[in-house]
């Protein structure tokens, strides 16, 4: 079993910042990737950022440039610094893991429950 605990969304002002994190702990034998998605009432989920086991990051067009991604491997958490945000950015965000629990056993992605972030005008 897998847990994802989020934590450091919550209301900012247009132009401000903003910090989440995500932890994941549980029966984890090797992680490809932990991210962050989101998802706008009546939209899809999309991504904001993944960052892969070997380094190499990967970001939603939207954020380029504004937020920023790191990964602390000791600790198996994931955090996503978020600068400069607009309304627009409005959402709650999914921790994102994909990992497995086993050498022989595929990779699984696996969605934390959500940390709802307010960005005001």
């Known amino acids: 079993q897998v847990q994802l605990v989020e934590s450091g969304g919550g209301l900012v002002q247009s132009g401000g910042s903003l910090r989440l994190s995500c932890a994941a702990s549980?029966?984890?034998?090797?992680?490809?990737?932990m991210g962050w998605y989101r998802q706008a009432p009546g939209k899809q989920r999309e991504l904001v950022a993944d960052?892969?086991?070997?380094?190499?990051?990967d970001y939603g067009d939207s954020v380029k440039g504004r937020f920023s991604i790191s990964w602390d491997n000791a600790k198996n958490t994931v955090y996503l610094q978020m600068n400069s945000l607009k309304p627009e950015d409005t959402a709650v965000y999914y921790c994102?893991?994909?990992?497995?629990?086993?050498?022989?056993?595929?990779?699984?992605?696996?969605w934390g429950q959500g940390t709802q972030v307010t960005v005001s005008s």
């Open positions: 549980g029966s984890i034998f090797g992680i490809n990737a």
């Open positions: 994102h893991l994909k990992y497995r629990p086993g050498r022989s056993i595929p990779w699984t992605n696996y």
């Open positions: 960052i892969f086991s070997g380094g190499t990051t």
